[in-house]
């Protein structure tokens, strides 16, 4: 049995299934980008470098959503959003409100509805002050640790992952035109510092946003291709100054193999309300402790939750 942290995470993660995991990604070959072959092998793609025009096209987008000025005034921020992970057996539902601090400072609280342990509805919070994280649920704490505490923090930056992009040893590459859904576009390759993680981003070559974002996924399945549509972009004004406005994509769809996966939509975004670090202290609860009982038991619960759920759709179908 692992621990409630890296089990209870694991599965939060694939019924989101978009940020968390590091994307193995590809690189864009020919400009109809509806039919692109994406490559199996290192081999197969060409040597990272920066390219000015890669460069040129990041600046715009950064332009687009509010400028360096705003990006960089960023404090804090609140959001809330709902998100449904589809699947063959059934899709789960979840809320989720996440707040984020200069400092690296995150909290997250789930509410996942259609689950539930002995009548309770099944809801978990997880944080992160900067130096140490803990997940509570059901009444205890155990820390984040580890590889479940990077899966956690990454991708979760303050202001806009493009603010740091060289600083934090990627490459930019200028790869081809495109469309995405019939607009016209402008594709960057976004490569790691260990020549391995490759992204494509797709941006609008009219509004200088970012309109798609594609990558390759190891998981059970194998290697699938993941894209992340971004949608619905609205203007967030800044609670401490309002003549800061950051444009942001309220929508996301995500596919796997262009099929459906993930959606998200945002019901509420604050920017700069001034959190409070106690929010992202270590949350009250009784220690976690390996057993039959306590969280063991919750997470058992949970596993013959899903499994009961897994079979009920499987006799609805036949």
């Not at 941006?203 to 996924?217: A, D, I």
């Not at 193999?257 to 945002?266: A, I, L, N, S």
């Amino acid at each position: 049995m692992r621990p409630l942290s890296t089990a209870i995470l694991s599965w939060a993660t694939l019924a989101l299934a978009f940020t968390f995991a590091l994307p193995v990604a590809l690189h864009a070959q020919g400009k109809n980008t509806d039919s692109l072959v994406l490559p199996q092998k290192d081999t197969d793609l060409p040597e990272p470098k920066n390219d000015q025009k890669a460069i040129d096209i990041v600046e715009k987008y950064l332009t687009a959503i509010g400028g360096r000025e705003v990006l960089n005034s960023i404090k804090d921020k609140s959001m809330t959003f709902e998100t449904t992970k589809y699947a063959p057996t059934g899709n789960t539902k979840a809320k989720l409100q996440l707040f984020r601090k200069r400092g690296f400072k995150v909290r997250e609280q789930w509410d996942i509805p259609g689950f539930k342990i002995k009548d309770a509805p099944l809801k978990f919070v997880q944080v992160y002050d900067g130096f140490d994280g803990w997940v509570q649920m059901f009444g205890t704490v155990s820390p984040l640790e580890g590889r479940t505490l990077s899966i956690f923090v990454w991708d979760k930056p303050i202001a806009d992952f493009f603010m740091t992009w060289k600083q934090d040893g990627y490459s930019l590459t200028y790869l081809d035109q495109g469309e995405v859904n019939g607009e016209p576009v402008e594709i960057v390759q976004c490569l790691d510092f260990t020549g391995k993680n490759r992204v494509r981003y797709y941006f609008s070559q009219k509004s200088g946003l970012l309109l798609k974002k594609q990558w390759r996924e190891d998981g059970r399945d194998g290697s699938v291709s993941k894209e992340d549509f971004f949608k619905s972009y609205r203007s967030i004004t800044f609670r401490d100054n309002p003549k800061f406005k950051l444009k942001v994509a309220l929508e996301h769809v995500i596919t796997k193999d262009g099929k459906p996966d993930t959606d998200r939509t945002y019901t509420n975004f604050v920017i700069n309300s001034g959190l409070d670090d106690s929010i992202f202290a270590k949350p009250k609860g009784v220690p976690f402790k390996k057993g039959a009982g306590g969280a063991n038991a919750a997470l058992n619960a949970l596993q013959k939750a899903q499994k009961a759920k897994a079979n009920t759709e499987a006799k609805k179908d036949k």
